[in-house]
T-cell receptor, first 114, second 111 residues
Framework: DAGVIQSPRHEVTEMGQEVTLRCKPI?????LFWYRQTMMRGLELLIY????????DSGMPEDRFSAKMPNASFSTLKIQPSEPRDSAVYFC????????????FGQGTRLTVV | DAKTTQPPSMDCAEGRAANLPCNHS???????VYWYRQIHSQGPQYIIH???NNETNEMASLIITEDRKSSTLILPHATLRDTAVYYC????????????FGTGTRLTIIP
């Protein structure tokens, strides 16, 4: 398996524009997580899904952020409109639902909002 | 999930054992200790986890004290590629699946 695949790897956009980050989890994994990492706040969990259903979105910063998982092999994180303070590295991770199994992280998307 | 405390940074000579401590004094009986690391510009990588017995795999060893209030991750023969931020995380055996990352320990391997 190629692991968790995120796209794009880098994104530069202007303030006010819509940004969509994409994630393909490892085949057979039914839990998916979106994290954001900044120097100031470290790694923060934004939302996670089990079997394509959002379970905990308490980390989503505000209404400008939305996440979807239309099927088991694809998820998106959308920011609309984007702001400079959204600049960060966004990671997607997946794992099986078995207890105490490890989570596998993608390489991340580095987002810069200017 | 219980809170963890780690030193912000450590150095270790290449080829020596790196011992990374973690305090989790409020850990409860159903919580596991997980270790992940993050090499610069990459996503976090799982290392090892345990409940109360010591654990060893191809990457590292995990030593958990008898009272489970602290643990030590041991990299037996550190290489330059082990330079990374190491995160100690406590998570319940069942229930919420999420991993909550703290600030971790920045380990630098010195040639």
């Amino acid at each position: 398996d190629a692991g968790v695949i995120q796209s794009p790897r880098h994104e530069v956009t202007e303030m006010g524009q819509e940004v969509t980050l994409r994630c393909k989890p490892i085949s057979g994994h039914n839990s998916l997580f979106w994290y954001r990492q900044t120097m100031m706040r470290g790694l923060e969990l934004l939302i996670y899904f089990n079997n394509n259903v959002p379970i905990d979105d308490s980390g989503m910063p505000e209404d400008r952020f939305s996440a979807k998982m239309p099927n088991a092999s694809f998820s998106t994180l959308k920011i609309q409109p984007s702001e400079p303070r959204d600049s960060a590295v966004y990671f997607c991770a997946s794992k099986t639902q078995e207890m105490n199994t490890e989570a596998f992280f993608g390489q991340g998307t580095r987002l810069t909002v200017v | 999930d219980a809170k963890t405390t780690q030193p912000p940074s450590m150095d270790c000579a290449e080829g020596r054992a790196a011992n990374l401590p973690c305090n989790h004094s409020t850990i409860s009986g159903n919580e596991y200790v997980y270790w992940y690391r993050q090499i610069h510009s990459q996503g976090p990588q799982y290392i090892i986890h345990g409940l109360k017995n010591n654990e060893t795999n191809e990457m590292a060893s995990l030593i958990i004290t008898e009272d489970r209030k602290s643990s030590t991750l041991i990299l037996p023969h550190a290489t330059l590629r082990d330079t990374a931020v190491y995160y100690c995380i406590v998570r319940a055996y069942f229930g919420n699946e999420k991993l909550t990352f703290g600030t971790g320990t920045r380990l630098t391997i010195i040639p």
